[in-house]
Protein backbone atom coordinates (compact mmCIF):
# COMPACT_ATOMS: atom_id res chain seq x y z
CA UNK A 1 0.00 0.00 0.00
CA UNK A 2 1.33 3.63 -0.42
CA UNK A 3 1.18 5.96 1.39
CA UNK A 4 2.26 9.98 2.37
CA UNK A 5 2.96 10.88 5.53
CA UNK A 6 3.83 13.98 5.82
CA UNK A 7 5.15 16.71 8.77
CA UNK A 8 6.98 19.56 8.85
CA UNK A 9 7.27 19.81 5.18
CA UNK A 10 8.82 16.34 4.68
CA UNK A 11 8.10 13.41 3.44
CA UNK A 12 8.84 10.34 6.21
CA UNK A 13 7.01 7.50 4.76
CA UNK A 14 6.38 6.45 1.56
CA UNK A 15 5.31 3.00 1.45
CA UNK A 16 3.75 0.37 4.28
CA UNK A 17 3.67 -2.97 3.23
CA UNK A 18 0.97 -5.36 5.29
CA UNK A 19 -0.30 -8.68 5.84
CA UNK A 20 -2.03 -10.49 8.45
CA UNK A 21 0.07 -12.92 10.86
CA UNK A 22 -1.05 -16.39 12.32
CA UNK A 23 -1.43 -14.65 15.68
CA UNK A 24 -4.25 -12.34 14.01
CA UNK A 25 -2.66 -9.41 14.15
CA UNK A 26 -1.31 -7.45 11.20
CA UNK A 27 2.25 -6.79 10.89
CA UNK A 28 3.38 -3.48 9.70
CA UNK A 29 6.50 -2.67 7.59
CA UNK A 30 7.85 0.12 6.16
CA UNK A 31 9.98 1.70 3.69
CA UNK A 32 10.87 5.24 4.92
CA UNK A 33 12.54 7.86 3.14
CA UNK A 34 13.30 10.94 5.80
CA UNK A 35 12.92 8.64 9.14
CA UNK A 36 15.29 6.25 8.47
CA UNK A 37 19.24 6.19 6.31
CA UNK A 38 19.11 4.35 3.73
CA UNK A 39 20.15 0.67 3.66
CA UNK A 40 18.93 -0.03 7.78
CA UNK A 41 16.24 -2.91 7.53
CA UNK A 42 12.29 -2.14 7.40
CA UNK A 43 10.93 -1.45 11.00
CA UNK A 44 7.62 -3.75 11.56
CA UNK A 45 5.42 -3.13 14.43
CA UNK A 46 2.22 -5.14 15.23
CA UNK A 47 -0.91 -3.98 15.53
CA UNK A 48 -4.16 -5.04 16.70
CA UNK A 49 -7.23 -5.90 14.47
CA UNK A 50 -10.85 -4.87 15.01
CA UNK A 51 -12.41 -8.38 14.41
CA UNK A 52 -15.51 -7.87 12.37
CA UNK A 53 -16.62 -11.27 11.39
CA UNK A 54 -19.70 -11.53 13.70
CA UNK A 55 -21.06 -8.01 12.32
CA UNK A 56 -20.53 -8.87 9.02
CA UNK A 57 -22.00 -12.48 8.99
CA UNK A 58 -24.66 -11.17 10.73
CA UNK A 59 -24.89 -8.50 7.68
CA UNK A 60 -24.82 -11.26 5.12
CA UNK A 61 -27.44 -13.32 7.58
CA UNK A 62 -30.14 -9.95 7.16
CA UNK A 63 -29.56 -10.05 3.70
CA UNK A 64 -30.89 -13.90 3.08
CA UNK A 65 -33.54 -12.67 5.98
CA UNK A 66 -34.82 -10.44 3.54
CA UNK A 67 -34.46 -11.89 0.53
CA UNK A 68 -36.54 -15.00 2.41
CA UNK A 69 -39.23 -12.61 2.86
CA UNK A 70 -39.51 -11.37 -0.58
CA UNK A 71 -39.97 -15.05 -1.77
CA UNK A 72 -36.38 -15.37 -3.50
CA UNK A 73 -34.45 -16.47 -0.79
CA UNK A 74 -31.12 -17.42 -2.53
CA UNK A 75 -28.56 -15.01 -2.83
CA UNK A 76 -25.33 -15.74 -4.84
CA UNK A 77 -21.78 -14.22 -3.01
CA UNK A 78 -21.80 -12.05 -5.34
CA UNK A 79 -24.95 -10.41 -4.68
CA UNK A 80 -24.10 -10.03 -0.96
CA UNK A 81 -20.49 -9.11 -1.67
CA UNK A 82 -21.99 -5.95 -3.63
CA UNK A 83 -24.47 -5.14 -0.97
CA UNK A 84 -22.27 -5.35 1.86
CA UNK A 85 -19.72 -3.40 0.40
CA UNK A 86 -17.00 -6.40 0.43
CA UNK A 87 -15.48 -9.26 -1.73
CA UNK A 88 -17.24 -12.25 -3.11
CA UNK A 89 -13.80 -14.36 -1.17
CA UNK A 90 -14.77 -12.83 2.04
CA UNK A 91 -18.52 -13.55 1.89
CA UNK A 92 -17.88 -17.23 0.77
CA UNK A 93 -15.49 -17.48 3.70
CA UNK A 94 -18.11 -15.89 6.39
CA UNK A 95 -20.80 -18.37 4.76
CA UNK A 96 -18.33 -21.43 5.59
CA UNK A 97 -19.19 -21.61 9.39
CA UNK A 98 -22.86 -20.52 9.02
CA UNK A 99 -23.07 -23.15 6.66
CA UNK A 100 -21.66 -26.12 9.16
CA UNK A 101 -23.81 -24.83 12.18
CA UNK A 102 -26.98 -25.43 9.58
CA UNK A 103 -27.56 -21.95 9.64
CA UNK A 104 -27.60 -21.42 5.82
CA UNK A 105 -27.84 -23.89 3.00
CA UNK A 106 -24.77 -23.28 0.17
CA UNK A 107 -25.32 -24.46 -3.09
CA UNK A 108 -23.20 -24.59 -6.15
CA UNK A 109 -23.45 -23.84 -9.97
CA UNK A 110 -25.06 -20.92 -11.69
CA UNK A 111 -28.06 -20.83 -10.22
CA UNK A 112 -26.59 -21.41 -6.68
CA UNK A 113 -25.78 -19.35 -3.53
CA UNK A 114 -27.11 -18.96 0.26
CA UNK A 115 -30.37 -19.23 1.56
CA UNK A 116 -31.65 -19.43 5.50
CA UNK A 117 -31.60 -23.14 6.61
CA UNK A 118 -33.91 -22.19 9.21
CA UNK A 119 -36.68 -19.43 9.31
CA UNK A 120 -35.36 -16.20 10.65
CA UNK A 121 -37.75 -16.25 13.78
CA UNK A 122 -35.61 -19.37 15.07
CA UNK A 123 -32.29 -18.36 14.61
CA UNK A 124 -30.90 -16.43 17.12
CA UNK A 125 -28.47 -13.98 17.10
CA UNK A 126 -26.29 -15.72 19.82
CA UNK A 127 -25.86 -18.54 17.60
CA UNK A 128 -24.58 -16.38 14.42
CA UNK A 129 -22.33 -15.13 17.27
CA UNK A 130 -20.47 -18.44 18.27
CA UNK A 131 -20.14 -19.66 14.65
CA UNK A 132 -18.77 -16.24 13.39
CA UNK A 133 -16.52 -16.21 15.69
CA UNK A 134 -15.28 -19.31 17.43
CA UNK A 135 -13.35 -19.81 20.36
CA UNK A 136 -11.80 -16.16 20.27
CA UNK A 137 -13.09 -14.47 23.50
CA UNK A 138 -14.47 -11.28 23.63
CA UNK A 139 -11.22 -9.56 25.14
CA UNK A 140 -7.62 -10.50 24.42
CA UNK A 141 -5.12 -10.17 27.31
CA UNK A 142 -2.35 -8.18 27.25
CA UNK A 143 0.37 -10.60 26.79
CA UNK A 144 4.20 -10.29 28.65
CA UNK A 145 6.29 -11.70 31.61
CA UNK A 146 4.58 -11.59 34.70
CA UNK A 147 6.96 -9.54 37.35
CA UNK A 148 7.45 -9.30 41.08
CA UNK A 149 4.39 -7.61 41.88
CA UNK A 150 0.97 -8.83 43.41
CA UNK A 151 -0.87 -6.59 41.00
CA UNK A 152 0.58 -7.99 37.70
CA UNK A 153 0.75 -11.15 38.85
CA UNK A 154 -2.98 -11.57 39.96
CA UNK A 155 -4.59 -9.23 36.60
CA UNK A 156 -4.23 -12.24 34.22
CA UNK A 157 -6.26 -14.07 35.66
CA UNK A 158 -8.91 -11.30 37.20
CA UNK A 159 -9.21 -10.50 33.72
CA UNK A 160 -9.80 -13.71 32.10
CA UNK A 161 -12.75 -14.42 34.82
CA UNK A 162 -13.51 -10.45 33.92
CA UNK A 163 -13.78 -11.93 30.40
CA UNK A 164 -15.73 -14.90 30.61
CA UNK A 165 -18.19 -12.43 32.74
CA UNK A 166 -18.68 -10.45 29.83
CA UNK A 167 -18.94 -13.13 27.28
CA UNK A 168 -21.82 -15.05 29.23
CA UNK A 169 -24.10 -11.19 29.59
CA UNK A 170 -23.06 -10.96 25.80
CA UNK A 171 -24.12 -14.31 25.05
CA UNK A 172 -27.36 -13.79 26.97
CA UNK A 173 -28.48 -10.76 25.11
CA UNK A 174 -27.80 -12.10 21.76
CA UNK A 175 -29.71 -14.87 22.67
CA UNK A 176 -32.68 -13.38 23.64
CA UNK A 177 -32.94 -11.68 20.12
CA UNK A 178 -33.87 -13.63 16.77
CA UNK A 179 -32.51 -12.96 13.20
CA UNK A 180 -36.06 -11.68 12.54
CA UNK A 181 -36.25 -9.23 15.72
CA UNK A 182 -33.41 -8.10 14.05
CA UNK A 183 -34.96 -7.51 10.63
CA UNK A 184 -37.74 -5.85 12.54
CA UNK A 185 -35.98 -3.59 14.12
CA UNK A 186 -33.80 -2.72 11.18
CA UNK A 187 -36.76 -1.44 9.49
CA UNK A 188 -37.97 0.52 11.86
CA UNK A 189 -34.53 2.64 12.06
CA UNK A 190 -35.02 2.82 8.51
CA UNK A 191 -38.48 4.04 9.14
CA UNK A 192 -37.20 6.73 11.75
CA UNK A 193 -34.77 7.79 9.36
CA UNK A 194 -36.91 8.11 6.08
CA UNK A 195 -39.95 10.49 8.03
CA UNK A 196 -43.18 9.05 6.30
CA UNK A 197 -41.23 5.83 5.44
CA UNK A 198 -42.10 2.00 6.38
CA UNK A 199 -38.95 0.39 6.04
CA UNK A 200 -39.22 -0.45 2.57
CA UNK A 201 -35.88 0.66 1.82
CA UNK A 202 -34.64 -2.89 2.47
CA UNK A 203 -36.75 -4.47 0.61
CA UNK A 204 -35.27 -4.97 -3.54
CA UNK A 205 -32.72 -7.03 -2.04
CA UNK A 206 -32.27 -9.89 -4.77
CA UNK A 207 -33.78 -7.72 -7.24
CA UNK A 208 -30.74 -7.71 -9.32
CA UNK A 209 -29.32 -10.11 -11.79
CA UNK A 210 -26.77 -12.70 -10.35
CA UNK A 211 -22.95 -12.24 -10.83
Known sequence: MDVLLVAHGKVLLEKIHFFV???????????????????????EVSVAVLDIRFSSSLMAMFLLAVAEEEGNPTLSSAQLAERMDTNASLVRKLLIPLARAELVVCTKGRAGGARLARPAEEITLAEIYRCSTGDKPLWNCRSGDEHDCRIATNAQSYFAELTAEAERAVLGALGDRTLADGVRELRRLDGEGNPGGDGAGLRGVASSDRS
Open 21 to 43: GASRRVLLTWDSVEAEPPGRPRR
